[in-house]
């Protein structure tokens, strides 16, 4: 990190975790794990405690994106932290948003399931256009 070696490797911006890579692995429930993770940190410090899942989760977020080369797979260590935050904010809110959970649910599964079929049709065909190129 000190050397720069990093950037044999690919840079990115600094901002590349929070804007690209965690909208990524979260999708549809992205605005839930960061209003989570406030909730749950302002719930947690409202009575007294500190809250070290969201400050090991801040931190590992900072520290990894001082370094130049990130990857999706380096966030994965935080994304059960990341989880937990949503089902805790989930858990807390459901009585009081009662319907609307249960719409957002349906909501996300239904936008993750286009999302990740759309995915595949994409490979699919990006694999079957590569066997014809190679067969013509």
Avoid at 8 to 29: E, N, Q, R, S
Avoid at 77 to 106: D, M, N, Q, T
Avoid at 112 to 127: D, F
């Amino acid at each position: 990190m000190v050397e720069g070696l990093s950037k044999y490797f690919g840079d990115h911006p600094c901002w590349f975790y929070v804007l690209v890579f965690a909208p990524a692995m979260f999708t549809v429930i992205y605005p839930f794990v960061i209003y989570g993770l406030y909730f749950y940190a302002r719930e947690t410090l409202d009575n007294g405690k500190s809250p070290e899942m969201v400050y090991a989760t801040l931190f590992y977020v900072l520290v990894f994106s001082i370094i130049g080369h990130k990857e999706k797979r380096f966030l994965l260590p935080v994304f059960a932290f990341c989880v937990l935050s949503v089902g805790y904010l989930l858990f807390r809110k459901v009585k009081v948003w009662k319907s609307k959970v249960k719409y957002l649910i349906y909501l996300s599964v239904g936008v993750e399931l286009s999302i990740q079929a759309s995915y595949h049709l994409h490979h699919k065909l990006w694999v079957f256009t590569d066997h014809m190129l190679e067969a013509g």
